[in-house]
């Protein structure tokens, strides 16, 4: 939610509440990285977001293929940001839900990392919870990075941003 907003506030698109096929997610159109797009957040809960997402792409008439999803990963360490088309949803609820609504795992993910529960705190649980202190100290710059991130894969592509964004090693 704090990545599309900081996209939103770039672009200077107002997120106002949809009718119709829209009005379970807050959206707004404008362009970004010099290409129309339409930024939303679903109003409903994580688990039940794919019928939102596939009720703007209906509306919008935008194919599934240029959908980008922007989603917290517990695989990854808090602060990294990687960008990937496709895959599995890793026991993510929200993915899962939009996979079934559009028929297909192919779209493209800014996975910002959350990182894993510690020890034995159940995940669901873990990603309800407010960031700690440290981490708090470091959203900010995590924010910026993940909405350069998406920025960069609206104006570069996937394997260009990719290459931008991915540390070498």
Do not use: C, W
């Not at 977001?49 to 599934?64: A, E, F, Q, T």
């Not at 695989?75 to 088309?85: I, N, Q």
């Amino acid at each position: 939610m704090m990545v599309l907003e900081e996209l939103a506030r770039r672009a200077g698109i107002r997120l106002s509440p949809g009718k119709g096929a829209r009005a379970r997610a807050v959206s707004g159109e404008g362009r970004l990285a010099g290409r129309r797009v339409v930024l939303a957040r679903p109003t409903t809960y994580m688990n039940e977001s794919g019928g939102p997402v596939r009720g703007l792409l209906d509306y919008h008439h935008l194919p599934v293929e240029d959908l980008v999803v922007i989603h917290d990963e517990l695989d990854l360490p808090f602060a990294t940001v990687r960008l990937k088309r496709g895959g599995g949803e890793g026991g993510h609820n929200g993915l899962r839900s939009v996979s079934r609504s559009t028929g297909t795992r192919d779209y493209l993910r800014v996975r910002v990392g959350i990182g894993r529960p510690p020890g034995r705190q159940d995940p669901a649980d873990f990603v309800l919870k407010d960031f700690s202190a440290t981490e708090r100290k470091e959203l900010d710059l995590l924010v910026v990075e993940a909405a350069d991130a998406a920025e960069s894969l609206l104006a570069r592509g996937l394997e260009g941003a990719q290459n931008e964004v991915h540390p070498r090693s």
